[in-house]
């Protein structure tokens, strides 16, 4: 199995080639050759690498996104219709060992499979290298998927929901004060205040002042323990 091109591809040359191979193989494959095993436990092992190499990137890339957004961006990355997509960018079809009958049935085209086979792909450099290899091959694959800061996407209209639940439970509205701002003028952080009727006050940061309200109403839901249907 010639892999050297996609090992150009991953930023990752490894010293254990079965790891590799074994990232690789189809369960229809190892079914047909026996004694082979597949590639099912490196899927399991680098869909928790690739989470949390995305996770922890999010976490850098966007410091004023609450937790929902940074959420919904690595549910964007991460979802088997992006990995296939990547997956067929690194021509990983080509290298996949399948059986025959997946073969005829298409199987090289599936976005299941090609995802399953990019994370196992994944687990097999974190075992290979070590989180830093993982972690240096996911960015690099990961470069430009990654969305604008301006272009996250809309942060739930927590607002909306406090204020019904403001109105419900206390026969009032949050008030929403702009408690305060920071930084240079091109990357300004609002502070807001939402009070409750009750007097008890939340805030909320972020790079605008709609998303610090937002910030703060979440909080405010928290703290009046309504569910949050991320």
């Known amino acids: ?34 004694g082979d095993g597949d590639n099912e436990r490196l899927e399991f092992l680098g ?11 999010g976490y850098r890339r966007f410091p004023h ?28 079809h080509r290298h996949i060992l399948l059986g025959k009958g997946e073969e005829l049935q298409g199987g090289r085209d599936r976005d299941a499979l090609l995802a399953d086979a990019f994370e196992a792909l994944m687990g097999a450099v974190f075992l290979d290298g070590g989180f830093a290899a993982a972690r240096k091959s996911i ?35 949050p008030v929403y004060v702009l408690a305060g701002t ?9 502070m807001v205040d939402a009070t409750l009727p009750t ?10 002042v709609k998303r610090a309200e937002q910030e703060a109403a979440r909080l405010g839901l928290r703290a009046l323990n309504v569910p949050d249907d991320e």
């Not at 920071?182 to 609002?190: A, I, Q, T």
């Not at 007097?199 to 605008?208: E, P, T």
Request: charged share 30%.
């Open 1 to 34: 199995m010639d892999t050297g091109d996609l090992q150009q591809r991953i930023h990752h040359r490894f010293g254990q080639v079965k790891l590799m191979e074994a990232a690789l193989t189809h369960s229809s494959h190892a079914n047909e050759q026996e």
């Open 47 to 57: 869909d928790a690498v690739l989470e949390l190499c995305i996770s922890e990137e």
């Open 65 to 92: 996104a609450p937790e929902g957004q940074l959420t919904r961006i690595r549910s964007q990355l991460v979802k088997e219709k992006s990995l296939a997509a990547i997956a067929r960018s690194l021509d990983l």
């Open 199 to 208: 007097g008890a006050c939340f805030r909320g940061v972020s790079s605008s």
């Open 139 to 173: 960015l690099h694959i990961f470069g430009d998927k990654w969305p604008e800061a301006e272009m996250l996407p809309e942060t739930k209209d927590y607002k909306s929901r406090l204020q019904e639940v403001a109105q419900e439970r206390f026969r009032d509205r």
């Open 182 to 190: 920071s930084g240079p003028e091109h990357e300004k952080v609002f």
